[in-house]
């Protein structure tokens, strides 16, 4: 089941990987178009504010339509400018929410793993169902099962699996005659 749950998390940090690096391209090539764009613009603006309408020998209604699609002119650059500054944050925004999603699945795979490992470890060494265990590795090892799992790392594991490596360590426990460990394992699972 663990082994699913790793393939699981591994498979969706390969997916987004991609995807990534796919919002990486886009964004690149956006402030690419907005640069060439804010460059068109200035070349435009700038023949436009050189532009001298009486220095111009033509009749007025011409010079009167010339300004009017000059205004027009600026009023659809002011519009390209702000869409693209949308587009820009929007893109930004999504890079950001994938680049957090993924750290977050790298973690989760970290757990996992290292979940893994611990149960294999304890299945290797004690096949009968008893967890073998020091005193001081008490606090690590209920920190791990209790407080460093996550409702995903958890999602794959069998009902109870924190639960039944506890009792499996109170197992131990108990065939060793070792009361002083019990009361300090329960003690330490009460708060």
């Known amino acids: 089941m663990l082994i699913a749950i790793a393939r699981w998390a591994h ?11 796919a919002l990486q391209d886009e964004v690149r090539r956006r402030r ?16 436009l504010r050189s532009f001298d309408p009486k220095s111009m020998h033509l009749r007025g209604s011409n010079v009167h339509e ?3 699609a000059f205004q027009s002119q600026k009023l659809v650059n002011r519009q390209l400018e702000y ?9 930004n925004s999504k890079l950001l929410e994938m680049t957090q999603e993924i750290e977050l699945l790298r973690n989760e795979q970290d757990e996992l ?18 967890i073998k265990f020091h005193s001081i590795d008490l606090d690590k090892m209920l920190q791990r099962l209790l407080s ?21 360590c109170v ?15 329960l003690s330490l699972l009460s708060h």
Not at 11 to 18: E, K, N
Not at 152 to 163: E, I, N, S, Y
């Open 83 to 91: 869409e693209l500054k949308g587009i820009t944050e929007e893109h």
């Open 113 to 130: 793993q290292t979940v893994a490992k611990l149960n294999n470890k304890l299945e290797s060494q004690n096949p009968q169902g008893l």
């Open 148 to 168: 460093t799992m996550t409702p995903r790392t958890v999602v794959g594991l069998l009902p109870g699996c924190p639960a039944y490596l506890i009792f499996k």
């Open 171 to 185: 197992r131990y426990t108990d065939l060793t005659n070792a009361d002083d460990n019990v009361r300090e394992l």
């Open 66 to 68: 010339l300004l009017e």
């Open 32 to 47: 690419d178009e907005c640069i060439q764009l804010k460059a068109v613009l200035q070349q435009q603006n700038q023949a």
């Open 11 to 21: 498979l969706a940090a390969t997916l987004l990987i991609p995807q990534h690096a």
